[in-house]
């Protein structure tokens, strides 16, 4: 046989790439519920490159824009499904999945109290499917959780050991509860078929991909400075949150569900710098160069006064700590606002 023969040979037996196959063809799957919310499109973004990507997602608060131009990508695929359903058809069979991270519920206040009873079969029922689901392929599990199971805390900082005080009667309950319903269907599932399984608690995030009107205060505050409108403080403003970039939180997850070690860990995920609600509406009027006014409210029911991660356990098992300070984090946010 010539050299050009044995080439030829040679050439015939690779793969063919094409702009939509190149670097699919020994990628792991990773499954995002959830993935055309806030921190679920970031993930899904995030997550491409290294691994293949199925976006499953109702849109009945995540936005198919968030997640539009990844739709022509060969290694991303985008599936229409409400995870309260069975995950059947179509939304079943998406292939060998061995990562399920399970970010698919309402989360902002406004957002979930109007729709209380989805909010918290997405995070029951639908739990309960994508475990399942998890089950069947053998796949590594990720719940996010919030920081809301803590409710309004007796103990500060909020460590991963406390059992919180949360109104179980409250306009919240819908999300605080059904979280912690997620919190124990994920551990069952991973005492009763040793399911790899572990369980994120989420506290404040931001950045681009947020909506301008889902109610948060980070987004409230942006766009009525942006609009020239009074900044509206519930309360006196004297309330704290502490306030995650999200490429740090993005940066947090992936660590939770990569890194060994994790399983049947509950581990928090935030910015432990503590800032009152009325430093936060002073600094976005800084940056936007608002003239606005402040206006103050009622504080809503349930309101936590204040919120506070302790996050030596993430510092611990990850190696990671937020990077992004909040003035950086706020001009990027108030860029992707203005655009």
């Known amino acids: 046989m010539s050299a050009s023969e044995s080439e030829l040979l040679f050439l015939i037996k690779l793969p063919v790439i094409t702009s939509n196959n190149i670097l699919t063809m020994e990628k792991k799957k990773a499954l995002v519920a959830g993935g055309a919310g806030f921190i679920g499109s970031n993930l899904c973004r995030s997550l491409l490159g290294e691994y293949e990507v199925v976006c499953v997602d109702d849109l009945s608060s995540g936005r198919k824009k968030n997640v539009e131009e990844l739709l ?19 939304a079943k069979d998406v292939g060998n999945v061995e990562y399920i991270f399970h970010l698919a519920s309402r989360a902002s206040p406004l957002d979930y109290q109007s729709e209380p009873l989805h909010t918290l079969f997405s995070n029951s029922q639908g739990t309960y ?21 803590y409710g309004e805390p007796l103990e500060h900082p909020q460590k991963e050991t406390y059992r919180g005080n949360v109104n179980t009667l409250g306009v919240r309950a819908c999300y605080d509860e059904s979280k912690r319903i997620g919190e124990t269907l994920t551990f069952i599932y991973l005492r009763e078929y040793a399911l790899d399984a572990r369980v994120i608690r989420i506290f404040n995030t931001y ?15 942006i766009t009525q400075a942006l609009k020239g409108e009074d900044l509206t403080v519930y309360g006196d403003g004297s309330q704290t949150r502490s306030f995650c970039y999200v490429s740090d939180m993005v940066e947090g997850i992936k660590r939770a569900m990569f890194c060994e070690g994790t399983t049947g860990e509950v581990i928090n995920l935030g910015n432990p710098k503590e800032f009152t609600v009325l430093k936060l509406a002073n600094t976005v009027k800084k940056l936007t160069g608002a003239k606005s006014k402040i206006t103050f409210k009622e504080l809503p029911e349930d309101d936590p006064y204040r919120r506070k991660p302790d996050i030596s356990k993430a510092e611990k098992i990850l190696k990671w700590k937020p990077q992004v300070g909040l003035e950086v984090g706020l001009k990027r946010t108030i860029e992707y606002f203005r655009e």
Do not use: C, Q, Y
């Open 129 to 149: 499917n994508l475990l399942s689901l998890a089950k069947e392929k053998k796949a590594r599990f990720l719940f996010a959780s919030t920081s809301e199971v």
């Open 72 to 90: 022509e990508r060969g290694d991303f695929t985008f599936i229409k499904h409400n995870i309260i359903e069975p995950m059947d058809g179509t």
């Open 207 to 221: 950045g681009p991909g947020m909506k301008a009107d889902d109610g948060r205060v980070v987004s409230n505050f």
